[in-house]
Every structure is written in C-alpha cells, then in structure tokens.
C-alpha cells in the first residue's frame, strides 16, 4: 500500500519568514496530493490540493508543488504568520478513495 | 456550516464496555472513513465505508467493527474497550476520488 514520508516533524520560524515542508510518497498510481492544516482542538481543514497532472499550485501565501519522478511534494508558506502555527498533514491518494497521511509536521510562527 | 457531525465531542468509558461512535455527513457523499490520531503517529485508517452496507478494513482494524445502515450515517463500534483505545477519533466523508476529505469535529475517547 501507499506510505507516506513527512518532513520536518516540528518547525519553528520567525514571523514573516517562509517555512517548507515536504513529503514523500511510495506508490506511482497517486494522483492527488492534499494538505490540511488542524488548529489545536480543531479538526484538519483542507487548505490546498494537487493532481499528478500539475507540477504547481498557489493560493495567496501558500504553494505546492510536485515532483512524480520523484514523487515527492512540498507545501510552501511564504510570509509566515503567527496564525500559520497548526500541525500540517500532507496525504496522497492511495485507492478505494482513501487517503494516507503523513505524521505532521508542527508549525510554530513566533512573532 | 458543520457538514460532518460526531455525537460527541468526550467520552469517558471503562475496560471492556462496549463504545459507539456516530458519524452523520449532510453532503450526500458516498465514502465515509474513520481515524484515530494519536501524537507522533498521525491520522491512521481504522474503517471506511464506499457504500451503504459496505466496508472495508483500513491499516488498522483489529478492535474495531462498522456499521453503515443509511448513507449519511456511519458508526464506529469498539466491541470491548480497552486502554490502548484511548484516542483521538475522526470521522471524516469524501464525494469522490476528486476532491479532499471533510473531517468532524473529533471524539476524545478516554478507557479507564
């Protein structure tokens, strides 16, 4: 089955900074790549998704981008925020219409 | 706006009672999934269902049944409870192979 690899497992950066996080996938059959971002006490919201058929995708401060060689994508977030501090999951599509996530990654932004 | 309810938000139950878990989803989606998130191991895939009356085992089953009777309902049974259980349980529903899970809310269920 899909495994997926996520990376750094904490992040710490400074208001306004970029912070990148990126993972890993195992099966070449993926083709759809989510992010969600889980406050704490909170559920995980999507917050940006990619298909296989694109290699990048931006909404506002934050970027995806892929690699199917690879097969590895990245979350971008550029002028970090102090309510950028989440943990993040990335997930691939793993068939049956299940997702596999990675660990997360948790995202401290001090001001 | 909540599109994914669980019944509950804690749960407090003893070793070898056994605990339902309710999941409803308003969006007529046909996948339903439950995880449970435990730090430092993220979201596993415990159930999910495809299709009323259908289900499938996830990653990691073994404890757990399902029960999915009507569309928008699936619930999560653990038929003896037991302390290793004790987690954060999410609930989440997917239209398709096209688009991203929408999750509940969660279910902290503690086994004393």
């Known amino acids: 089955g899909e495994n997926v690899e996520q990376h750094p497992s904490t992040l710490s950066v400074q208001e306004g900074d970029s912070a990148v996080i990126k993972c890993t996938y195992s099966?070449?059959?993926?083709?759809?790549f989510p992010w969600y971002k889980q406050e704490l006490g909170k559920r995980p919201q999507l917050i940006i998704d990619?298909?296989?058929?694109?290699g990048e995708k931006k909404d506002q401060r934050i970027a995806v981008t892929l690699n199917k060689t690879a097969k590895h994508f990245s979350l971008h977030i550029t002028e970090t925020q102090p309510e950028d501090s989440a943990v993040y999951f990335c997930?691939?599509?793993?068939?049956?219409?299940?997702?596999?996530f990675g660990k997360g990654t948790m995202l401290l932004v001090s001001p | 706006d909540v599109k994914v309810t669980q019944s509950s938000r804690y749960l407090v139950k003893r070793t070898g009672e056994k605990v339902f878990l309710e999941c409803v989803q308003d969006?007529?989606?046909?996948?339903m999934f439950w995880y449970r998130q435990d730090p430092g191991l993220g979201l596993r895939l415990i159930y999910f269902?495809?299709?009323?009356?259908?289900?499938e085992k996830g990653d990691i089953p073994e404890g757990y049944s399902v029960s999915r009777e009507k569309k928008e309902r699936f619930s999560l049974i653990l038929e003896s409870a037991s302390t290793n259980q004790t987690s954060m349980y999410l609930c989440?529903?997917?239209?398709?192979?096209?688009?991203?899970?929408?999750f509940g809310s969660g279910t902290r269920l503690t086994v004393v």
């Open positions: 989440a529903s997917r239209r398709d192979r096209e688009g991203g899970y929408t």
């Open positions: 099966d070449s059959a993926s083709n759809y």
């Open positions: 269902s495809y299709d009323v009356k259908m289900k």
């Open positions: 997930a691939a599509d793993s068939g049956y219409s299940t997702l596999t």
């Open positions: 990619i298909r296989s058929n694109v």
């Open positions: 969006m007529d989606h046909e996948n």
